[in-house]
């Protein structure tokens, strides 16, 4: 049984690269050596878009904490989560932000830091990974209600 879990870890891993890579890196710009992802075009989806998107982020560093990071670099994730779900909420300019602040590149990369160089650090305790889940879930349906309320607004604002 202990040979299942690098398996597992390993699988794990590859599930989020491609994961981050869909939400921020797989399509080419033409013409230049930039990509973008699907989260800033999941932006233009008024509602439903930025939800989805938050829920992909929140699932890296949910992850994430299974790997056993510790707190600062649990919480360093979920700062990158924050600014990327308030900012790119945002109408049109959170989805330019979308497209460079690339939140889930980032958080990918603090993972696979903590994997490849291990500190012996101490692994976020239990209280803390409850914290971080309802920050998650809180992060999540906040911005279903902030975009729930902007489609109230502009659909009130169309039909008069």
């Known amino acids: 049984m202990p040979q299942s879990q690098p398996v597992s870890r390993d699988a ?13 890196n797989a399509i080419p710009i033409p ?8 989260d800033p075009l999941l932006g233009l989806l008024p509602g439903a878009g930025d939800v989805a998107g938050s829920a992909l982020s929140a ?9 056993g990071l510790p707190r600062s670099t649990l919480t360093r994730m979920l700062v990158n989560l924050v600014l990327d779900s308030v900012f790119g909420s945002l109408p049109i300019i959170g989805d ?10 980032r958080n990918l990369a603090l993972l696979e830091a ?6 012996p650090q101490q692994r976020a305790d239990r209280a ?10 809180a992060i999540v ?17 169309i039909n008069g």
């Open 12 to 24: 794990a891993l590859q599930r989020l690269r491609t994961i981050s890579h869909v939400m921020d």
């Open 31 to 38: 013409g230049t050596t930039y990509r973008v992802g699907i």
């Open 59 to 67: 699932y890296i560093i949910l992850e994430a904490a299974r790997f």
């Open 96 to 105: 330019f932000f979308d497209a460079t602040w690339k939140a889930n590149s």
């Open 114 to 119: 903590h994997v490849a160089h291990p500190r």
């Open 128 to 137: 803390f990974l409850v914290v971080l889940v309802i920050a998650l879930v």
């Open 141 to 157: 349906l906040g911005v279903a209600t902030v975009a729930t309320l902007l489609v109230s607004l502009i659909w009130r604002a």
